[in-house]
């Protein structure tokens, strides 16, 4: 029997879209790397980064990411980058054809999860295949965090 693997302790994460587990039901998680200047990357660097109001878009055969706020670096005096830019996602043609199919056929979404630093030092962002939640299913989500939430409270004073 394998060991068990625990969370990678070498991946830096940066930003994480908490919200998108609570709004989304995620099926299927990808890693795709980010084409990005280097001011941008020394600012990843510094640990601030915002990708919660952003977005995964399909333009012809490519991915993009958009509306992902990197602040400017501030050492970069009229070298630096647009803290809001669009910026490409790499990777491979057939995950790309596979995610663009399961949108079109499946009516799913591509929802950024996690921006992070990999163990080479490449800065890498987490995307999932994701089918919106509609209230209910939220509602139920949360019954569930606090049902588990109270029983861990009342395993820990028993006992």
Same mark, same amino acid.
């Given at each position: 029997?394998?060991?068990?693997?625990?969370?990678?302790?070498?991946?830096?994460?940066?930003?994480?879209?908490?919200?998108?587990?609570?709004?989304?039901?995620?099926?299927?998680?990808?890693?795709?790397?980010?084409?990005?200047?280097?001011?941008?990357?020394?600012?990843?660097?510094?640990?601030?980064?915002?990708?919660?109001?952003?977005y995964v878009?399909?333009?012809?055969?490519?991915?993009?990411?958009?509306?992902?706020?990197?602040?400017?670096?501030?050492?970069?005096?009229?070298? =630096? *980058?647009?803290? !809001?830019?669009?910026? &490409?996602?790499?990777?491979?043609? /057939? $995950?790309?054809? @596979? %995610?663009?199919?399961?949108?079109?056929?499946?009516?799913?979404?591509?929802?950024?999860?996690?921006?992070?630093?990999?163990?080479?030092?490449?800065?890498?962002?987490e995307i999932?295949?994701?089918?919106?939640?509609? =209230? *209910?299913?939220? !509602?139920?989500?949360? &019954?569930?965090?606090?049902?588990? /939430? $109270?029983?861990? @409270? %009342?395993?820990?004073?028993?006992?």
């Amino acid at each position: 029997m394998a060991p068990r693997k625990k969370a990678d302790p070498e991946k830096k994460i940066v930003a994480e879209n908490r919200k998108a587990r609570y709004n989304f039901a995620i099926e299927d998680t990808f890693e795709a790397g980010l084409m990005l200047t280097g001011t941008e990357v020394k600012s990843l660097r510094n640990g601030k980064a915002n990708i919660a109001e952003s977005y995964v878009s399909f333009e012809g055969d490519e991915l993009w990411l958009i509306n992902c706020h990197v602040p400017e670096y501030l050492q970069a005096n009229r070298f =630096n *980058h647009e803290p !809001r830019r669009r910026r &490409k996602l790499l990777m491979s043609k /057939r $995950e790309i054809i @596979r %995610l663009s199919q399961a949108i079109a056929r499946d009516g799913m979404t591509v929802v950024p999860l996690k921006l992070y630093f990999n163990d080479r030092g490449m800065a890498k962002l987490e995307i999932a295949l994701a089918k919106g939640k509609k =209230n *209910h299913d939220k !509602r139920e989500t949360e &019954k569930k965090r606090d049902w588990n /939430r $109270e029983k861990s @409270r %009342l395993l820990r004073d028993r006992g």
